[in-house]
């Protein structure tokens, strides 16, 4: 685990923890799914346990809260969550956080979402950055479930 700075002495983030919590959340709700199975079963949904409820679809409304939510985020908001991504999975350290801040300024475009959206394990890097912080979403994932 990497290391981490007590609150006082951590660099700032222009993102809320709140925010990056209901992104893990509802990150953690979106991995959940699993791929569409594709062809309609023409059975009845009762029947099969309500197993299609768990499967990805072009319209599912976890991806497009994600989407919309991340999209509301200013630009400062998003270049920190995606170095937050990136401190979580290790890209750098707690000591790298400008460096890892002026990466994912110099790469950031209108596909945040997509790019965040890709990465397998989003929710437990946010978590993992978020702790090198000294923050976590502890009492706060019971607020938005």
């Not at 009762?46 to 630009?75: C, H, W, Y």
């Not at 990466?103 to 209108?110: E, L, Q, V, Y």
Request: charged fraction near 30%; include cysteine; hydrophobic fraction near 40%.
């Amino acid at each position: 685990m990497a290391e981490t700075i007590p609150s006082d002495d951590a660099p700032s983030l222009n993102i809320s923890t709140d925010a990056v919590c209901r992104i893990v959340i509802k990150a953690r709700e979106f991995d959940a799914k699993d791929v569409a199975s594709g062809a309609e079963s023409g059975s009845n949904a009762t029947d099969d346990g309500m197993v299609t409820v768990l499967e990805e679809g072009s319209g599912d409304p976890v991806e497009k809260e994600l989407r919309a939510f991340i999209g509301e985020l200013n630009e400062d908001e998003q270049i920190d969550l995606v170095a937050l991504a990136w401190l979580g999975r290790g890209d750098g350290a707690i000591e790298d956080w400008e460096e890892l801040r002026e990466n994912a300024r110099a790469a950031h475009n209108n596909r945040t979402a997509s790019y965040l959206l890709g990465l397998p394990l989003l929710a437990d890097y946010l978590e993992e950055g978020l702790s090198q912080f000294g923050r976590d979403c502890g009492e706060l994932e019971s607020d938005f479930l």
